[in-house]
């Protein structure tokens, strides 16, 4: 089913839309793509298998955004009264639509005057190719906002976000280029080889070595000699089994003893991914309501809290979340 929004009418419209892509990732995530023409205020949705009103209903609920503008290349959230900018990666395999992948994260900071700017990305074995990348998006949307007027503020705090992979980038931008930071927030920091990353790899190149750039070794040593950013919040999950936060922490405190903040939180891996779905409701609440407002009660807990630690590091004086 595809539904699509007009600005003629502002009313949904479905027609059929048949995807041939039925890999599991694909099948298991009720949206396909999103397209947003920022002239018209058109905005499209394709949903793959819908098959329920249920299914329906998630999608359409997908559409209700904070007011997201693509700006040379990120996705960008400007909320009425900023107070600080947050840069947010991403992980290797969600990061190419980051205002989709953790839509519920980023909002939640636009909702407390953080500006973000999240950057797509697509993973390549040069690492620090992506990192200058990605980091040339973010100063040219920053410019942008700036002449455009969109951005009006002269001046503000500049804070880095990155879940898994998105650490690993934050830390070569840190490490590599002269940038200024007011902090960094490194949600499951890992920083494995290509071989244990991506086994396919292995497949692909039986007889000759595939490695990233940098290594996990000249990361390692990169980020133990030239980092710069010292205020630091290091986040790992008790159910993530591929977190290295350990690690990250022993090279980092050495450097900024009293300027890095570790904090474990209930959770996994795909924590920082959660989405707010809304549980439809007919006219009577009946018990399966009432399980379904628990189960989502309990999902969200963790995400929660997560939001909380961030926003406390951020601004330790704020009790408005």
Known sequence: MRVRFDSADGRPHYEPFFCYDRRPEMISNPFFRQKVKSKDLEKILFCT??????????SLNL????????????????????????????????????????????????????????????????????????????????????????????????????????????????????????????ISFNNYAASEAIPIVEQISPVFKVEFTPSPQDTNRLVQDSYQIRRNLLVKFNGDNIDQTLLLTNLLKPRFPD????????????????????????????????????????VYRELNQLKRTILLWLNPLSKDF
Not at 49 to 58: A, G, I, K, Q, T
Request: with cysteine; charged share 15%; glycine share 8%.
């Open 49 to 58: 298998f819908c098959f329920s009103e249920n299914d329906r209903l998630f």
């Open 63 to 186: 559409m209700k955004f904070m007011d997201w503008q693509e700006v040379s290349g990120n996705w960008v959230l400007i909320p009425s009264k900023p107070i600080a900018i947050v840069h947010f990666l991403g992980g290797a395999f969600v990061a190419s639509a980051p205002q989709l992948t953790y839509r519920w994260l980023l909002e939640a900071l636009g909702n407390q005057g953080y500006v973000v700017v999240a950057t797509p990305f697509v993973n390549t074995l040069d690492h620090i190719a992506i990192a200058r990348d990605v980091l040339n998006k973010f100063e040219n949307a920053l410019d942008r906002l700036r002449a455009t007027k969109l951005l009006k503020s002269s001046y503000l705090p500049i804070y880095g976000i990155g879940h898994s992979m998105g650490c690993k980038l934050h830390l070569l931008i840190g490490s590599v280029f002269d940038i200024e930071r007011a902090g960094n927030i490194l």
């Open 259 to 298: 300027m890095i903040t570790v904090q474990t939180l209930a959770g996994n891996h795909q924590t920082p991914l959660g989405q707010d779905v809304s549980w439809p409701m007919g006219q009577i609440f009946t018990p399966f309501d009432a399980i379904g407002q628990w189960v989502k009660q309990e």
